[in-house]
């Protein structure tokens, strides 16, 4: 059986017309019946397609190369170096072996364990993606989506001219990857002239892909095929303005190290055959791998940005195990894997659940897989012969289980296990907002004030807490409660509910805070769609603080119009380096005076108790390296919050207007306490004296280190400079 003869094993290529289907509109005329004459490259191919398409990756030309060499080095264990139990990895080389695998590597924590070929075979051995080339398409899509050359909700009819006056015009990027763009697909049979079969093999693959007819409206309904998937070729090309397989080299393959692989073209500088065949070597499989394990970063890069990472694995509307282009979620488990919406129980067999439920892989016909388990840092990657007897669960969960962390330890981030995120339209997804209809009018009170929270959470069970947890809710309440007070007598004011990261993460992964901004950046916008076009004013503490800081950088300073309208952000408890304005921030200053405006202000409090001051700048000065070097400058920016000044002047305690505390027995702010203690900024640290008494001493997280109480030791300063910089934000105007 040639290659393209075993499709028909998958179940997968329907007939043209759906059961029940009604007539479809016109489309392309279909291509004449080729002759050996009429498309000689064609028939030379027929001539020579390979019985088992796998491991022969020569037959087919022209093609055109996406990498070279050996790629970037990969870390790979010695036997005692190896954290998996060799039982665990003798049983996958077994099962591979047995179902004929031509190369098989399995990666724990970043790391090979294991690297099996087939006698023959090796390392630098290519072999035939079949559908793996698929899923690929799917990253270089979201890949573009992410820098902003297009959009999943784009249609067809902007990439494909004929198809502007077209019906199937209307099928959107996003139906393409979620497979239910309603268009037909032919009958496969390995005969010379059927249309399926010569996709694989003809010189002209616009012919028959745009000969596909419409057989329902897009979005209708789910089903797995091959011929559409070529359609993201004429997508990337047209957004890009790069050849496909450029824009594939430039983008993935050479930021992830690929070595040696070629995509095919039909014909010499045509089109790229998308929806099959990629000849590339299992060990840069594993490089995309393990760029997905850790959700879109391979070695400190960012490939895809974790809102990506999650579009890209989350499930389609119609499928709840189908992600994008073959990337399968291994939950929820089903006895089949759906392949039809239409005809659910047609699919392949599922002989078990994975073990755990952060599952995904990227899918070839016949087994060929690359399997990411971020909770487990484990990657696998099998190419073999084409055998549709392959087990993914039994073959996989002996080695879930291999990795699964010491009772005593966390399992690794993953964004999959994360709970779901807050609905921002819904008033319970807030710990303060406005209730509906009182908003404040008139010139003095016309900001309004976005509230971001610390860290509350300090359990174990969760990376990120959900944000509506009966045990997370009450300390998130109490510190908005507190610290959201200093809007009181300015502005009305919102305060999100999100998915902190928690205590577990700090330090660990930053990515748990990456997941948490996607939450505040929602909250957010939903902010701004509920002020109109309203001035306002950013606080953020800590981890808020971080959040708040890349809301200025990431969201403000790259949308002219939210500049103008920022009041000014307070950065409270992170570290801010001075390289930052002028590197990342061009338009937003570092406020130096007590009424400027679209600034950022920012402190850390202390006491001479704390001996760590040294070690506090040292780390700031290392985390900001690379940034202070470019910026020209190691100073890191502390703007005093008695004088709102950013100079190392001392202000004394008589200008402290008022200290103060939300106490939860009352379910109020205590009652202010002024002239509490003095400030001044030395070196980036804001030093207050004297020693704060009881009840503020409680906020001590060690000796000296005031982090917990950077607002509330100047909460009515706090308060009061808002309300003078949204006057000066008013007469500014």
């Given amino acids: 059986m040639r290659f393209a003869a075993a499709l028909l094993a998958v179940g997968i290529l329907l007939s043209a017309a759906p059961p029940g289907g009604a007539a479809a509109p016109a489309a392309d005329a279909a291509p004449a019946a080729p002759t050996p004459r009429s498309d000689p490259r064609a028939w030379d191919r027929h001539q020579k397609s390979p019985k088992e398409p796998v491991a022969a990756v020569d037959w087919f030309t022209p093609t055109v190369p996406i990498g070279e060499g050996e790629g970037a080095p990969l870390r790979v264990a010695s036997e005692s170096e190896r954290t998996l139990p060799a039982a665990a990895l003798d049983a996958a080389r077994d099962y591979a072996v047995q179902l004929n695998s031509y190369g098989l590597i399995v990666a724990h924590r970043g790391v090979i364990q294991l690297e099996h070929y087939k006698e023959g075979f090796g390392p630098d051995r290519q072999l035939d993606s079949q559908s793996l080339h698929k899923p690929l398409a799917a990253i270089l899509t979201m890949a573009a989506v992410a820098d902003g050359k297009l959009s999943l909700d784009d249609p067809m009819s902007r990439f494909i001219p004929r198809w502007r006056r077209d019906p199937r015009g209307a099928i959107t990027v996003r139906d393409v990857l979620y497979m239910q763009t309603g268009l037909g697909e032919p009958r496969y049979e390995e005969a010379w002239g059927n249309p399926g079969y010569q996709m694989f093999i003809t010189s002209r693959i616009e012919d028959y892909l745009f000969a596909l007819p419409r057989e329902s409206a897009p979005g209708e309904h789910f089903r797995s095929h091959y011929a559409a998937t070529q359609l993201l070729q004429f997508v990337l090309e047209r957004a890009t303005g790069r050849r496909y397989a450029d824009y594939l080299r430039e983008r993935l393959w050479q930021p992830l190290g690929g070595g040696a692989a070629r995509v095919r073209l039909d014909r010499p500088n045509g089109n790229a055959q998308v929806f099959c065949c990629l000849q590339a070597r299992p060990r840069d499989w594993l490089r995309v791998g393990l760029m997905l394990s850790k959700h879109g970063s391979l070695d400190g890069r960012t490939v895809l940005p974790l809102d990506t990472f999650l579009q890209l694995t989350a499930p389609s509307p119609l499928a709840p195990n189908f992600a994008m282009q073959q990337i399968w979620r291994g939950s929820p488990y089903s006895r089949v894997r759906m392949m039809d919406s239409r005809n659910p129980a047609r699919g392949l067999p599922m002989s078990a659940p994975f073990a755990i439920d952060d599952v995904f892989y990227l899918e070839g016909r016949g087994g060929q897989r690359v399997y990411v388990v971020p909770s487990r840092e484990l990657v696998v990657v099998r190419q073999g012969e084409v055998r549709m007897e392959w087990d993914d669960a039994a073959f996989l969960n002996g080695l879930i289980a291999a990795a699964a962390p010491a009772a005593d330890k966390a399992p690794a981030f993953s964004a999959l296990l994360a709970p779901p995120a807050p609905d921002y339209t819904q008033a319970s997804a807030w710990a303060h907002r406005p209730a509906q209809g009182a908003t404040r009018t008139g010139t003095a009170t016309q900001a309004a004030a976005f509230y971001i929270h ?111 309208r920022l009041v000014a952000a307070y950065v409270v408890g992170i570290p801010v380096p001075m390289a930052l304005y002028g590197q990342t921030l061009r338009h937003i200053t570092a406020c130096t005076t007590p009424t400027q405006t679209r600034c950022i202000a920012t402190w850390s409090t202390f006491t001479d108790r704390f001996t760590g001051l040294a070690q506090w700048r040292g780390g ?53 306490v002024a002239g509490l203690v003095d400030a001044r900024c030395v070196d980036g640290a804001l030093l207050a004296a004297p020693e704060p008494p009881a009840p503020f001493s409680a906020l001590a997280m060690v000796p000296g280190n005031y982090h917990l109480a950077d607002v509330a030791l100047f909460h009515a300063n706090v308060a009061r400079n808002i309300a003078d910089r949204i006057a000066a934000w008013g007469a500014d105007r």
């Fill in 620 to 672: 700031t000065r290392a985390r900001f390296a690379a940034l202070m070097q470019a910026g020209g400058t190691q100073a890191i920016q502390c703007t005093n919050p008695l004088s709102w000044r950013a100079d190392e002047v001392a202000v004394p305690a008589a200008q402290n207007l008022g200290a103060t505390l939300f106490d939860p027995r009352a379910g109020a702010l205590m009652p202010p």
């Fill in 454 to 564: 610390h860290t509350t959470y300090g359990g174990r069970e969760w990376w990120n807490a959900p944000h509506d947890a009966p045990d997370v809710v009450p300390g998130v309440d109490a510190v908005v409660a507190g610290q959201g007070s200093v809007f009181e007598s300015c502005c009305d004011w919102w305060a999100p509910r999100y998915r902190q990261a928690s205590l577990l993460a700090l330090g660990n992964t930053p990515q748990a805070y990456d997941l948490a901004f996607l939450d505040v950046r929602a909250a957010f916008r939903q902010f701004l769609e509920e002020i109109g076009e309203r001035p306002f004013v950013i606080l953020g503490h800590s981890q808020g603080a971080l959040h708040t800081q890349t809301l200025v950088t990431d969201v403000i300073e790259r949308d002219p119009a939210l500049r103008k």
